[in-house]
């Protein structure tokens, strides 16, 4: 623990360097709880950190990774032990505090979840931040009233993190999935996770985005944003809810009221960051159990090591991965 390898990325007024690096323990920030890391993931969040231009990291050098779980070897807070399986995603992790793409870390208590029953520290880091907000998705559309009976529901983006979990999620669940991509390469990848029909970018969104269109489905998973979402809105069955949790289509929705003022469509932003301990604990226990889609986790990963991050890194910010890559320390 004296000694132990970090992926580091430095920048100074005239260089930026993104390299793995030899670190120890008094490099790291203040925090309740030393984990040794067993597995973490990678994100679209991870990707911008990586480049000198991203706005993801606040100061340097630094250490990115918003995902980790691994194994509690010191603690100074009651809530865990020494041996504790632990999770730590979201919150500060891997924008202001050092982060999972480390073979040690130290966290604040109050950022992490026991691992629950019925899930392994590979299977955690499968799930990330985007099975996490996936899971979140789902929660929230059941909440507003979305049941098997209701309709299809779409998902968006559908071999990026979380559309490929979403949709395995909510085919474990027992809906008729509706999967949107552009790659048509990617069609037997989803139809194995569980989509029933598979659609395109341009199906979704169409020629021209009207303010009321054809009712297509009961819900959605939207990890883009963008005129996708805008799209969603008009072509929601009455009472309908979409999910959205990304903007990798962009930032502006051009929309109308009538979609929610005519056929009560249902908004639902999705904050994985600081979603409540409460409301965390609960998910990550649904995603042992209900959402847990078994045999489908091995589909959707693919395993590097810190010295093959760099090239994941650049693939995910040229949206050419797909389902979820973990790192392995």
């Not at 480390?102 to 799930?127: C, D, H, Q, T, Y």
Request: hydrophobic share 40%; glycine share 10%.
């Amino acid at each position: 623990m004296d000694n132990f390898k970090a992926f580091m990325v430095n920048k100074t007024d005239d260089d930026f360097t993104a390299e793995v690096k030899t670190i120890g323990l008094d490099d790291l920030p203040a925090g309740d709880v030393v984990i040794k890391v067993a597995y973490s993931s990678v994100n679209f969040k991870d990707g911008l950190a990586s480049i000198p231009n991203g706005k993801i990291v606040r100061s340097y050098p630094f250490v990115p990774g918003i995902d980790l779980a691994g194994t509690v070897v010191r603690s100074d807070d009651s809530s865990f032990k020494e041996g504790d399986a632990v999770i730590a995603t979201s919150y500060e992790i891997g924008v202001s505090h050092y982060g999972g793409f480390s073979e040690f870390a130290r966290i604040p208590a109050k950022w992490i979840v026991p691992l629950p029953e019925g899930m392994n520290l590979r299977e955690a880091m499968v799930f990330g931040t985007a099975g996490f907000t996936a899971a979140l998705s789902v929660h929230r559309l059941e909440e507003n009233g979305l049941t098997q009976d209701k309709g299809k529901v779409l998902v968006t983006g559908a071999t990026g993190g979380v559309g490929s979990v979403a949709v395995a999620m909510l085919a474990k669940r027992g809906y008729h999935v509706v999967a949107s991509t552009g790659k048509a390469s990617e069609h037997e990848y989803l139809r194995k996770i569980g989509a029933e029909e598979i659609i395109s970018r341009e199906d979704v969104v169409g020629e021209k985005t009207k303010p009321l269109d054809q009712q297509l489905w009961a819900a959605a998973v939207d990890p883009v944003g963008g005129k996708t979402l805008s799209a969603i809105l008009s072509k929601l069955e009455y009472n309908g809810s979409v999910a959205v949790s990304g903007l990798t289509g962009g930032t502006d929705v051009p929309t109308t009221v009538f979609p929610f003022i005519l056929r009560g469509i249902n908004l639902l932003g999705i904050d994985s960051v600081y979603c409540p301990m409460e409301t965390r604990k609960l998910l990550w226990q649904r995603m042992a159990t209900d959402l847990k889609p078994e045999g489908l986790l091995e589909t959707i990963q693919n395993e590097v090591t810190l010295e093959e991050l760099p090239g994941v890194l650049a693939n995910i910010l040229k949206g050419e991965n797909r389902g979820r890559t973990i790192v392995k320390m």
